[in-house]
């Protein structure tokens, strides 16, 4: 069974950072594209980056340049570190597989809180 447990969110200031964390079981995780996504009150679930395999890495506009997706395979651990945080950025963050194929079942997710 696939377990997704998300970390490391809490409350920032606007232009400060954090780093957060997914660990992942239950999987062949060097196998799989792995992705970050993010839920704002009252929106819908959205794509943030996306990082393969090989560790080539993809990030939507809004986060190029702020955010960096990483893994260490050894861990079964996928990051996300972001920096120059925004309010816009507050949200829900969750992890989970590259859209591409389908997404596992998603975990609880880690608040993200930006004040402006």
């Known amino acids: 069974q696939v377990q997704l447990v998300e970390s490391g969110g809490g409350l920032v200031q606007a232009g400060g950072s954090l780093r957060l964390s997914c660990a992942a079981s239950g999987i062949n995780f060097s196998l799989y594209s792995m992705a970050w996504y993010r839920q704002a009150p009252g929106k819908q679930r959205e794509l943030v980056a996306r990082?393969?395999?090989?560790?080539?890495?993809n990030y939507e506009d809004f986060v190029k340049g702020r955010f960096t997706i990483s893994r260490d395979n050894a861990k079964n651990t996928v990051y996300l570190q972001m920096n120059s945080l925004q309010f816009e950025d507050t949200a829900v963050y969750y992890c989970?597989?590259?859209?591409?194929?389908?997404?596992?079942?998603w975990g609880q997710g880690t608040q993200v809180t930006v004040s402006s």
């Open positions: 989970n597989r590259d859209p591409t194929n389908g997404t596992f079942s």
């Open positions: 990082i393969l395999p090989s560790g080539r890495t």
